[in-house]
């Protein structure tokens, strides 16, 4: 008897979650559109981070100053960064979501502030970050940051792999030109 009582709360406990997921807005068919397009890509040999790596997204930001951005300001982009991104983001291994070692050198700072204040419109439509949310299932979260605090993040993430480039002996800064396009995945 406590056997097919447990199988039954297990069964109306998976659908309670089929139905919760077919009703959430972000869920997406297995025949997304978007999905049709990114193993076209892949079929024909197209990387994202090849073909993509001179894009700024899709949202606010259209132009970063990078040169004008205070280096001191890390520390703030440090203290977000623990408190609302190490959940799912490590800088040097992936979890939840990418690694972002490195994403400086891989993306231009137009769509990492992009990725970061708008997410939603950028998984939405934007092609890397389509192919990100493909590769890694969970959705970005949204938390409605400022731009202030987006590049406080930025320049954290900057300032790290500029400590990285460093240790490994490369004397090329990253992203010190937003009109330079970044290189990598």
Request: include cysteine; charged fraction near 20%.
């Amino acid at each position: 008897m406590k056997r097919r009582v447990v199988s039954i709360a297990i069964l109306a406990g998976l659908s309670l979650v089929a139905c919760q997921s077919k009703n959430n807005s972000s869920w997406s068919p297995p025949d997304a559109p978007w999905r049709k397009a990114l193993a076209e890509a892949d079929t024909a040999g197209i990387t994202l981070s090849s073909a993509m790596t001179a894009s700024k997204g899709v949202g606010p930001i259209d132009h970063v100053d990078v040169a004008a951005l205070d280096p001191a300001r890390a520390s703030i982009g440090k203290e977000i960064f623990t408190t609302k991104c190490s959940a799912c983001h490590k800088l040097s291994e992936r979890y939840v979501g990418p690694a972002l070692a490195g994403v400086t050198t891989r993306r231009q700072p137009e769509w990492i502030m992009n990725m970061i204040l708008n997410p939603d419109a950028m998984v939405r439509e934007d092609p890397v970050a389509k192919g990100l949310l493909a590769q890694f299932i969970a959705p970005m979260t949204n938390f409605n940051l400022t731009r202030d605090e987006a590049e406080g993040l930025f320049i954290f993430f900057r300032e790290h792999d500029r400590e990285l480039a460093a240790q490994a002996g490369d004397t090329k800064p990253a992203s010190t030109e937003s009109s330079t396009p970044a290189t990598g995945n």
